[in-house]
Nanobody, 129 residues
Framework: QVQLVESGGGVVQPGGSLRLSCVASGRSVDDYALSWFRQVPGKEREGLACIDSINDRTYYADSVAGRSTITRDDAKNSLFLQIDRLKPEDTAVYYC??????????????????????WGQGTRVTVSS
């Protein structure tokens, strides 16, 4: 059984950066496509980025494209999301997750689907001055 544990959230000023981490156990991170998504209380989950397990191809939602990078470290069995130029609207709980398949969902109208199979407990990011 795969378990995911996120960390790295915190309070950051607008324009700042964060690097979120997700450590996997029970399965190798390169077995599946892995995603980052976020949720604001009362709102729908928003897919942010995905990396597939076939050739490490990455996908980004328009909301974070150009200022975020998803990477995977197989040696550490971990997934990362670097987000730069943070904005107050980036305030949310951030999760890593997977649908336990090798490929990412396609980008549709600038939006990325979020995984519905497994995810961690989340890490809170607050962007505020």
């Amino acid at each position: 059984q795969v378990q995911l544990v996120e960390s790295g959230g915190g309070v950051v000023q607008p324009g700042g950066s964060l690097r979120l981490s997700c450590v996997a156990s029970g399965r190798s991170v390169d077995d599946y496509a892995l995603s980052w998504f976020r949720q604001v209380p009362g709102k729908e989950r928003e897919g942010l980025a995905c990396i597939d397990s076939i050739n490490d191809r990455t996908y980004y939602a328009d909301s974070v494209a150009g200022r975020s990078t998803i990477t995977r470290d197989d040696a550490k069995n971990s997934l990362f999301l670097q987000i730069d130029r943070l904005k107050p609207e980036d305030t949310a709980v951030y999760y890593c997750g997977s649908d336990r398949r090798t490929y990412c969902s396609p980008l549709r109208e600038g939006k990325l689907d979020y995984p519905r199979d497994i995810w961690g407990q989340g890490t809170r990011v607050t962007v505020s001055s």
